[in-house]
């Protein structure tokens, strides 16, 4: 394929801006945004709740988590519209949570002291799941049964099964987000409380020893219990390579340069250089290791910050790349399930990337064309501005926020009356009722982005489309931090 002219990217540029006639955009209010996309966690929230807990319709849940095995495993978050605690995405959502809050907590405001009170009620379940010298602890409930019922978390009846890694059974990947979640946490709590800081630090350092002394997939291990929900399918080398990254940045400890320099060869690009997520660190690593490059401090990391603007560029709109396309409306998507998780994971690193760009006065060189940092803030806002409503459909897709949202999200605690509306206990199977009711959910779970619309801006407000209308941890944790930004720099 003949590569494209500067000025038909320029035109897709501009075609992605609020020029496009189905879209007209306006003014929006990003403060409120993020406070909302904060206040989502609370209503994730698993074990004893808080006084000052805010999303009232929710109550205590899985109080006895861990005592099968004599652990107190209470407390952390459900990932998305179910029951379960799955460590995998869990642990992601506390490194990008962190990343947030280090790289654009200065922005947040008054919202900054809840985007902290998030990232801590996952690593106070992080620290209890590793807790045990070489075990982790990755998962907690059965998801075969979980999700043949259709019930409040209050009322959760189904196994409360644990799962763990350990040296027979390890799960580098799993262990290595662990120890990558724990590490970007002591950065965020460094001045803050910093005894908990070096506990959570010095629990990172363990991790990851036992991540890459016991090398494996935690899909191979535990496969009946993980498999399809959360299988890595990606392998763990970028997660070990990804908790150096972290370790090195929260310590400053030259093993942990000499690791990355010495495994970075395990890190393939290729048809992975523009992927992010819960299973895929590839285009994240480059991003976070080039800021030291950027800096003038880390030469030795040069083919980090290549890879970088490989990815930037393999991602413009205008140049065709396999993985990547985009709506006529200007959505980034990506092939597979709950396309929104790739939307923020992927507009944070444009921003992230942005803004060390911007300190080291450069620019990417894309070809024929420079990719400029403000280029790359009006990607990563266009992609925001398209969430909260400038689309062919003039929705938000985060419940609560505009006047026209997602009504019927595939969510349990969600969907299902309260326990303050209805104290009876609601059966496995009674609720469902309510996940076929065409009636809107009667609790609005404020804040909650679903996995929004197919590659043709189409969007069925309907819980059994799951992929579409199931709200995730990891969709709102990078977009805490783009929607920090944003507040500020609108």
């Given at each position: 394929m003949a590569p494209k002219s500067p000025i038909f990217i320029a035109f897709s540029l501009l075609f992605l801006s609020c020029l496009i006639p189905a879209v007209k955009c306006g003014g929006h209010d990003y403060r409120d945004a993020l406070r909302k996309s904060i206040l989502f966690f609370e209503g994730q929230r698993s074990g004893k709740l808080p006084p000052d807990q805010r999303v009232k319709w929710r109550r205590d849940s899985a109080l006895h988590d861990g005592a099968s095995i004599g652990m107190d495993l209470t407390g952390g978050y459900y990932d998305a519209g179910d029951?379960?605690?799955?460590?995998?995405?869990?642990?992601?959502?506390?490194?990008?949570?962190?990343?947030?809050?280090?790289?654009?907590?200065?922005?947040m405001g008054p919202e900054l002291r809840n985007a902290v009170k998030a990232v801590k009620w996952a690593t106070d379940y992080l620290l209890k799941v590793t807790a045990v010298p070489g075990v982790v602890y990755v998962q907690v409930g059965d998801a075969y049964s979980d999700h043949s019922c259709w019930e409040r978390p209050e009322d959760m009846d189904t196994r409360r099964t644990v799962y763990k890694i350990d040296g027979s059974q390890p799960g580098s990947d799993v262990a290595g987000e662990t120890a990558a979640a724990l590490a970007a946490a002591s950065i965020v709590f460094r001045s803050r409380d910093p005894a908990y800081s070096r506990l959570l630090l010095d629990r990172a350092v363990r991790v990851f020893e036992f991540a890459d002394k016991h090398r494996g997939a935690y899909s191979s291990s535990l496969r009946s219990a993980v498999c399809p929900f959360y299988c890595d399918v990606n392998g763990f080398q970028d997660e070990l390579l990804w908790a150096a990254a972290w370790l090195h940045k929260a310590s400053r400890r030259r093993e942990y340069r000499e690791y990355i320099v010495r495994n970075e060869v395990t890190l393939h690009a290729g048809d992975t250089i523009n992927e992010f997520g819960w299973d895929?660190?590839?285009?994240?690593?480059?991003?976070?290791?080039?800021?030291?490059?950027?800096?003038?401090?880390?030469?030795?990391?040069?083919?980090?910050?290549?890879?970088?603007?490989?990815?930037?560029?393999?991602?413009?709109?205008?140049?065709?790349?396999?993985?990547?396309?985009?709506?006529?409306?200007?959505?980034?998507?990506?092939?597979?399930?709950?396309?929104?998780?790739?939307?923020?994971?992927?507009?944070?690193?444009?921003?992230?990337?942005?803004?060390?760009?911007?300190?080291?006065?450069?620019?990417?060189?894309?070809?024929?064309?420079?990719?400029?940092?403000?280029?790359?803030?009006?990607?990563?806002?266009?992609?925001?501005?398209?969430?909260?409503?400038?689309?062919?459909?003039?929705?938000?897709?985060?419940?609560?926020?505009?006047?026209?949202?997602?009504?019927?999200?595939?969510?349990?605690?969600?969907?299902?009356?309260?326990?303050?509306?209805?104290?009876?206990?609601?059966?496995?199977?009674?609720?469902?009722?309510?996940?076929?009711?065409?009636?809107?959910?009667?609790?609005?779970?404020?804040?909650?982005?679903?996995?929004?619309?197919?590659?043709?801006?189409?969007?069925p407000d309907s819980r059994p489309f799951f992929q579409e209308s199931e709200p995730t941890t990891y969709i709102n944790a990078p977009l805490v931090g783009l929607l920090g930004y944003f507040s500020t720099h609108s």
């Open positions: 029951n379960i605690k799955f460590g995998f995405p869990m642990a992601f959502t506390t490194t990008l949570l962190s990343w947030g809050v280090i790289d654009f907590g200065r922005s895929n660190k590839h285009a994240g690593i480059n991003v976070l290791i080039s800021k030291e490059v950027l800096m003038g401090k880390a030469a030795y990391f040069e083919s980090f910050k290549r890879n970088a603007d490989g990815f930037i560029c393999s991602i413009l709109p205008g140049i065709s790349h396999p993985q990547v396309q985009y709506s006529p409306g200007g959505l980034i998507f990506k092939a597979g399930g709950s396309n929104m998780q790739h939307v923020t994971s992927l507009s944070f690193l444009f921003l992230a990337y942005s803004n060390y760009l911007s300190h080291a006065n450069k620019v990417v060189p894309c070809g024929e064309i420079t990719v400029s940092p403000a280029l790359l803030k009006q990607l990563a806002k266009r992609q925001v501005d398209y969430i909260l409503g400038d689309n062919p459909l003039r929705m938000s897709y985060m419940v609560g926020y505009g006047s026209r949202y997602p009504q019927r999200i595939h969510h349990r605690g969600s969907s299902l009356p309260s326990i303050q509306a209805h104290p009876v206990h609601i059966a496995c199977k009674a609720g469902s009722r309510y996940y076929l009711s065409p009636n809107p959910n009667p609790n609005l779970l404020v804040g909650a982005v679903v996995g929004g619309p197919n590659v043709s801006d189409a969007f």
